[in-house]
Nanobody, 116 residues
């Protein structure tokens, strides 16, 4: 069982920055790590992904502003968010996927609120 704990959310003005962290209870070197966002009244959507070999993928809305990274030694994945916009507001969830078994795990989420 993988437990994920997110931190770093908060209230920020438009144009500001936040860095989210997600620390796992197990080593993560073999896991695909993802950040999802759920805005009020909307479905959860993928924001950024990083594979076990470091390949990254971003939602169009995140490209050029967000950076996902991982530190396997610290069992932590990060999401650096710059130039935040009000539409970035939502609960951000960390997700870990065991690719071979297709088993995934979720954190409890961290709230990000961007004021205009």
């Amino acid at each position: 069982q993988v437990q994920l704990v997110e931190s770093g959310g908060g209230l920020v003005q438009a144009g500001g920055s936040l860095r989210l962290s997600c620390t796992a209870s197990v080593i993560i070197f073999s896991l695909r790590m993802n950040w999802y966002r759920q805005a009020p009244g909307k479905q959860r959507e993928l924001v950024a992904r990083i594979t076990n070999v470091g390949t990254t993928t971003y939602a169009d809305s995140a490209k050029g502003r967000f950076t996902i990274s991982r530190d396997n030694a610290k069992r932590t994945v990060y999401l650096q968010m710059n130039d935040l916009k009000p539409e970035d507001t939502g609960v951000y969830y960390c997700n870990a996927l065991e690719v071979l078994s297709q088993t995934d795990y979720w954190g409890q989420g961290t709230q990000v609120t961007v004021s205009s």
